[in-house]
Nanobody, 119 residues
Framework: QVQLVESGGGLVQAGGSLRLSCAAS????????MGWYRQAPGKQRELVAT???????NYPDSVKGRFTISRDDAKNTVYLQMNGLKPEDTAVYYC?????????????WGQGTQVTVSS
């Protein structure tokens, strides 16, 4: 089986920074794209950032210039550096990974980590 475990969430004041980590473990042959999504109460889950296996990144305008996604393939880990946090960034943040294992190509999700930004 595959597990994605997020860490690094918490409570921070507006303007502050947090760094999220997500480590994948288990039956993994290779990892293609990895990403971060978030879901605020009463809202749909939305894209925060993605990174491909060759390092190409994608961000929505809402976080562009403030958030940075990176990955360490030796550790099967993806990171999200969040700077200039705003109260509207408050949400549960989920990581995902598109990977190849003995079951084929599949997408796996982490359990989520809470990020709360106070004004």
């Amino acid at each position: 089986q595959v597990q994605l475990v997020e860490s690094g969430g918490g409570l921070v004041q507006a303007g502050g920074s947090l760094r999220l980590s997500c480590a994948a473990s288990g039956s993994i042959f290779s990892i293609n794209a990895m990403g971060w999504y978030r879901q605020a109460p009463g809202k749909q889950r939305e894209l925060v950032a993605t990174i491909t296996s060759d390092g190409n990144t994608n961000y929505p305008d809402s976080v562009k210039g403030r958030f940075t996604i990176s990955r360490d393939d030796a550790k099967n880990t993806v990171y999200l550096q969040m700077n200039g946090l705003k109260p509207e960034d408050t949400a549960v943040y989920y990581c995902n990974a598109d990977l190849l294992n003995h079951l084929g190509y599949r997408t796996y999700w982490g359990q989520g980590t809470q990020v709360t930004v106070s004004s």
